[in-house]
């Protein structure tokens, strides 16, 4: 039979990447019970309609969408937000006002697989859903700072925008919805020269493409100089201008909260989902040019799929690009002396008393790995070196008698004999 491979932009994890996957992940969920946000598991199939219906055009060109055995035209999720709208215009219809939901899983996009950058992914995704005040804004932020903080990350920074401002004023100029997305599509692959294009070809007035142009290329750090500059330039349109104080009111929360935080405000900033309505941000470390997390106030979508009016504002973190963010911050996860112990029997009649130790230690909630390959002791020691075991028990007639074992420190290379009944306390206590 041929070697099989994985499927191409699909991925392994092994033991080590699995370990820091699941440390994100549990970051994660902490991170949801710190703010109030309880889980929800949905279905990684959903119906075509439903996750294509404004996941924008980017995205619904590279969606898994294939006809199920029932002819029902299904799609792999590529992303969260819609499946958790679904459940608040439906099962949570009722449900009181503010809803706060988490979830974490694995979602598919055919994109061309790169750094970063895969066909399999994984997100945890937190969900604000009933109040359009700017407090909720601030919330989402406040807790991917925190969350980013959490798992170890440096120098990471917020990239903000808002669409109200491009969008408030391309409606006032009465740009079609549909000529809108293709112009934010555009603004989002920073294909700047071709979204004013596209505005102009829709006869925009000369105000609005010299607003845009401005616009597009005004971004920096320095919150309060953007603001006003931004107010500068949309003055004559009365939407755009409360995006913008709308906007300058999250940022002034975000950033009373948050302690340290490295921010970049840009006015022409897109993102390829179409259905944001207000606030949108990115997170990016130095090291690499793909953003870790993405977010964003929708206040139409539960509306769209049948349910009751509910603004809305979530954010989703990228978790393999967090992991890749960590690996080339060098950051050390393990750091720490984690304790794993190895138990050797010295001949195979002693293999059941071997794995009545290992049995009384894990109950004590020790990790132990039993010897299983019949090995002589000495090469037993070999592998459990190689593999950074911490502590070795040697399982011999002549201690047992005495109801003792050998307990041997691997690190500190020294061993001595310690009674069966102590065994946990001594391992528990010895610094490794
Ligand atoms: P989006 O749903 O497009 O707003 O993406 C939110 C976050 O998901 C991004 O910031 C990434 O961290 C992550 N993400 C999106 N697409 C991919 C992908 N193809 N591979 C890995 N991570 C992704």
């Known amino acids: ?78 992303e969260f937000t819609a499946s958790v709208a679904r459940l608040v215009a439906t099962t949570l219809r009722n449900e009181p006002k503010p809803l706060r939901l988490f979830c974490v899983g694995s979602l598919y996009r055919y994109d061309e697989p790169q750094k970063g950058r895969f066909r399999e992914f994984w997100q945890s995704n937190f969900e604000l859903m009933g109040s359009e005040k700017t407090e909720a804004d601030a919330e989402i932020l406040l807790l991917t700072n925190h969350f980013m903080k959490s798992v170890g990350l440096k120098n990471y920074a917020f990239k903000i925008g808002h669409v109200g401002v491009l969008r408030s004023i391309l409606s006032q100029e009465g740009l079609a919805e549909e000529t809108q997305n293709q112009v934010m599509q555009l603004m989002d692959k920073k294909l700047h020269d071709e979204a004013l294009k596209l505005v102009k070809d829709a006869g925009v007035s ?66 390829g989902l179409e259905y944001y309505t207000g606030i949108i941000f990115e997170v990016y470390v130095p090291e690499l040019e793909i953003a870790l997390a993405g977010g964003g106030r929708y206040n139409k979508l539960v509306e769209l799929f049948g349910g009751e009016p509910t603004p809305a504002v979530g954010v989703a973190h990228g978790i393999d690009r967090m992991m890749l963010a960590l690996q080339e911050q060098k950051t050390n996860l393990t750091a720490g002396g984690e304790k794993t112990v190895m138990v050797i029997p010295v001949n195979e009649s002693l293999n059941s008393k071997a794995l009545k130790i290992s049995e009384m230690l894990r109950a004590e909630g020790i990790s132990v790995e039993t010897e299983v390959m019949g090995r002589k002791v000495s090469k037993a020691l070999e592998d459990a070196d190689r593999r950074g075991i911490s502590h070795v028990i040697i399982v011999g007639e002549k201690e047992l008698k005495d109801e003792a074992v050998v307990l041997r420190n691997m690190r500190k290379k020294r061993q001595s004999t310690v009674k069966i009944e102590k065994l946990a306390e001594e391992i528990r206590q010895d610094s490794s």
């Open 206 to 271: 000369e105000r609005c493409l010299d607003t845009l142009r401005k616009l597009v290329g005004l971004r920096g750090d320095a919150a309060a100089w953007v603001l006003k500059e931004m107010e500068k330039l949309v003055k004559d349109y009365e939407k755009a201008a409360s995006a913008v104080s709308n906007l300058g009111e999250i940022l002034k929360f975000f950033s009373e909260s948050a302690g340290e935080i490295s921010v970049t405000i840009d006015a022409g900033f897109a993102r």
């Open 1 to 78: 039979m041929r070697a099989f491979k994985t499927v191409r932009g699909m991925r392994d994890f092994l033991p080590e990447e699995a370990k820091m996957m699941k440390y994100i992940e549990g970051k994660a969920r902490k991170t949801a019970e710190l703010y109030g946000y309880r889980e929800i598991i949905t279905p990684v199939v959903e119906p075509y309609e439903l996750v294509a219906a404004k996941a924008g055009e980017e995205v619904r060109a590279r969606m898994y969408a294939f006809k199920d055995l029932g002819g029902r035209k299904v799609a792999l999720r590529p």
